[in-house]
Each structure stands twice: as C-alpha cells, then as structure tokens.
C-alpha cells in the first residue's frame, strides 16, 4: 500500500532553517513527479513545490521562490524540502503529496495520495 511519512517539522525564529522530509513506500517513488503542499489554520491548501524523477524538472510556488528547495533521493526513496529565511506565514502543516498530473495544485482532488503532514510553526 502506499505510504507517505512526513518528519522533521518543529519550532523555528522568523529567518531560520528547517528540512522536512518524506519516506515513501508502496509505488516506484522513482518513476513519479512529486510536491510539497502546505495548509496553515484557517486556510486553503497551498502548493509549495515540486520535483521531477530525476530531479531534472523543479518548480516553486512564487512566495518561496529563492527560499525553499526541493530534492530527492530515489535510492532513499525520500522526498525533502529544505527550507530557509522562513517567515511566520510559512507556518503550516506541511505535505508531501503526489500528483496526478505535474506540478500538482492547490486542491486535494489533485493529488492521489498524501502523509499525515509535518507541523512548521515559524515564530519568535
């Protein structure tokens, strides 16, 4: 079955850094497009980022553009998002998730699986 498992979220000051990351199982994580998503409290889900097979296509929503980087490592079957110079409207719970169709979007119905999520409180 498939499986998303999100970690390494936490507490971080405004302008700090964090990595989250995604162990998939259960499909050839290697063989799919894959993105990070985000919902804050009270708010819509938000496409963050995402990441071809072999890395060779990247996309970014605007508002982390220059902060945020995904990558991957397919031998690991892990999915990351490192994340700097975070601000508190980065706060979220964040996702990975995959697309039925690149680069994924801002509603669930576009993705056919997902995590529980990892929670990123950006505060000081």
């Known amino acids: 079955q498939v499986q998303l498992v999100e970690s390494g979220g936490g507490l971080v000051q405004p302008g700090g850094s964090l990595r989250v990351s995604c162990v998939a199982s259960g499909f050839t994580f290697s063989s799919y497009y894959m993105s990070w998503v985000r919902q804050a409290p009270g708010k819509g889900l938000e496409w963050v980022s995402g990441i071809n097979s072999r890395g060779s296509r990247i996309d970014y929503a605007d508002s982390v553009k220059g902060r945020f980087t995904i990558s991957r490592d397919n031998a690991k079957n892990t999915l990351y998002l490192q994340m700097n110079g975070l601000k508190p409207e980065d706060s979220a719970l964040y996702y990975c998730?995959?697309?039925?169709?690149?680069?994924?979007?801002?509603?669930?119905?576009?993705?056919?699986?997902w995590g529980q999520g990892t929670q990123v409180t950006v505060s000081s």
């Open positions: 998730a995959r697309p039925r169709t690149a680069p994924g979007g801002s509603t669930w119905n576009e993705y056919d699986y």
